[in-house]
């Protein structure tokens, strides 16, 4: 069965530093992969989606690497943020099922200034 | 601009009755999701709406349905709730159209079922 993974351990992290985030999945041939950041009490809010046939993308301190021969996403923060810290979800959807979102359990990012 | 919106804010039910949660989703979007998170674990897709159908579903039984009005709003009817039915309910909107298929969620409805 189609699986997708994220570390479940909180990531703490000094400020100013780089955060790397890990999802992968498995089982599954995703057309997109997004990420989505949620704080608690509130729902998921939109990051970045990177296609099947895009390696890199970028936006402002925020970058995603999409590998499907190792089956994995990066979501990279730059220069991190106290503000930054939340759970960030990845999100996949189908080649063949396309509006139909799978998400990771999310991993919680902890930013100390 | 308002966002989506959902209500009620949060429920209270018992085991074995039904339950009708309602969502307006972003202006100029017209696809509606629904998805249900458990405490610690990431949304599970629950079905789609697009003018009006049914046009996705996840692994959820048919206790679970929806509907999509003409104004592009939604509900999402729970019948027989089962202790396991607790959890906090998002919806997404999103326009079909647009690129990156990016989804505005709402901030839930929080249904304990005890």
């Known amino acids: 069965s189609q699986k997708i993974e994220q570390n479940s351990e909180a990531l703490n992290i000094q400020e100013g530093k780089t955060a790397t985030l890990t999802c992968n999945y498995t089982?599954?041939?995703?057309?997109?992969l997004q990420w989505y950041r949620q704080d608690p009490g509130r729902g998921p809010v939109f990051l970045l989606l990177?296609?099947?046939?895009?390696k890199e993308k970028r936006k402002e301190r925020l970058k995603v690497t999409f590998d499907t021969t190792l089956k994995q996403s990066l979501f990279h923060i730059t220069a991190s943020q106290p503000a930054d810290s939340a759970t960030y979800l990845c999100?996949?959807?189908?080649?063949?099922?396309?509006?139909?979102?799978?998400f990771g359990s999310g991993t919680k990012l902890n930013v100390k200034p | 601009d308002a966002g989506v919106t959902q209500s009620p804010t949060h429920l209270i039910k018992t085991r074995g009755q039904q339950v009708t949660l309602r969502c307006s989703p972003k202006?100029?979007?017209?696809?509606v999701s629904w998805y249900q998170q458990a405490l610690g674990q990431g949304p599970q897709f629950i079905f789609q709406?697009?003018?009006?159908?049914?046009?996705q579903r996840g692994n959820f039984p048919d206790r679970f349905s929806g509907h999509q009005f003409p104004n592009y709003s939604s509900e999402l009817n729970v019948n027989a709730l089962l202790l396991g039915d607790s959890a906090l309910y998002l919806c997404?909107?999103?326009?079909?159209?647009?690129?990156?298929?990016?989804?505005?969620f709402g901030p839930g409805t929080r249904l304990t079922v005890l």
């Open positions: 997404a909107s999103s326009q079909l159209a647009e690129n990156d298929n990016e989804q505005f």
């Open positions: 089982n599954y041939s995703p057309a997109y």
């Open positions: 990177i296609r099947e046939n895009e």
């Open positions: 999100a996949l959807e189908g080649l063949y099922n396309f509006n139909k979102f799978y």
């Open positions: 202006s100029g979007h017209d696809t």
């Open positions: 709406y697009y003018e009006e159908e049914e046009r």
